[in-house]
């Protein structure tokens, strides 16, 4: 069955310093993956996105994820990190066949920025 | 603001109770997804829409049942509400019926507390 893993449930970092999370899928064929966060109160929204072609994807909010087949991982990666970032960060693989939207969540992993 | 619009924001009800908890997809959105945040279970599927049919099934309890109306809003309904239903229930829309290249957005959720 598909499933994800975010290893890291909470993560502290400095503001200014960089910052990666973790996410590793289990998926037999090519999977669809995707970041998302969390603010609180308010819904998902996503970040990025990873189809096919470039294993190096670009987001919002200056965010870049790399996908490693080998590895089946696919970790968000950011510079440095303000505290605007602040938040839940959920990575989502996409499940079953193609005619679908579901989608299928890892637990998260919260982030805080210290000053 | 995501254009998806999830009513009501809070919602507290008792144990045994039924209760309806309503969507409003994005303008020209055809699927709308449901989705249960829980602290036990995390970011879980319950189920999918498109343009007024089922397209996709998840860990959808029976006692829970959704549906898709013509102007394509939806209704998810709970019923026999249980302590263990309390949860953060999010709703997501998105062009087709799969949420792929055209990503879901997810509305703000609807946060069900059972008394």
């Known amino acids: 069955a598909q499933s994800v893993t975010q290893p890291d449930i909470h993560i502290t970092v400095s503001e200014g310093a960089s910052l990666e999370l973790r996410c590793n899928y289990s998926?037999?064929?090519?999977?669809?993956l995707f970041w998302y966060v969390q603010s609180p109160g308010q819904g998902l929204q996503l970040l990025l996105k990873?189809?096919?072609?470039?294993?190096l994807v670009q987001g919002i909010k200056g965010f870049e994820a790399e996908f490693k087949r080998s590895q089946s991982s696919f970790n968000l990666r950011k510079p440095s990190v303000h505290w605007s970032d602040a938040a839940e960060y959920f990575c989502?693989?996409?499940?079953?066949?193609?005619?679908?939207?579901?989608?299928?969540f890892g637990q998260g992993t919260t982030l805080q920025v210290k000053p | 603001d995501s254009g998806v619009t999830q009513t009501p924001k809070h919602l507290i009800t008792a144990t045994g109770q039924r209760v309806t908890l309503r969507c409003s997809p994005r303008?020209?959105?055809?699927?709308v997804y449901w989705y249960q945040q829980s602290l036990d279970q995390g970011l879980q599927f319950l189920i999918q829409?498109?343009?007024?049919?089922?397209?996709a099934k998840g860990n959808i309890l029976e006692r829970f049942s959704a549906q898709q109306f013509p102007d394509l809003h939806s209704e998810l309904n709970l019923s026999s509400l249980e302590l263990g239903d309390s949860a953060l229930y999010f709703c997501?829309?998105?062009?087709?019926?799969?949420?792929?290249?055209?990503?879901?957005?997810f509305g703000d959720g609807t946060r069900l507390s059972i008394l």
């Open positions: 997501a829309s998105s062009v087709g019926g799969q949420g792929w290249d055209q990503p879901q957005h």
């Open positions: 998926y037999g064929a090519t999977p669809y």
């Open positions: 990873y189809f096919s072609g470039d294993t």
């Open positions: 989502a693989v996409g499940h079953g066949s193609s005619n679908t939207g579901k989608l299928i």
């Open positions: 303008s020209g959105d055809l699927s």
């Open positions: 829409y498109y343009n007024g049919e089922e397209r």
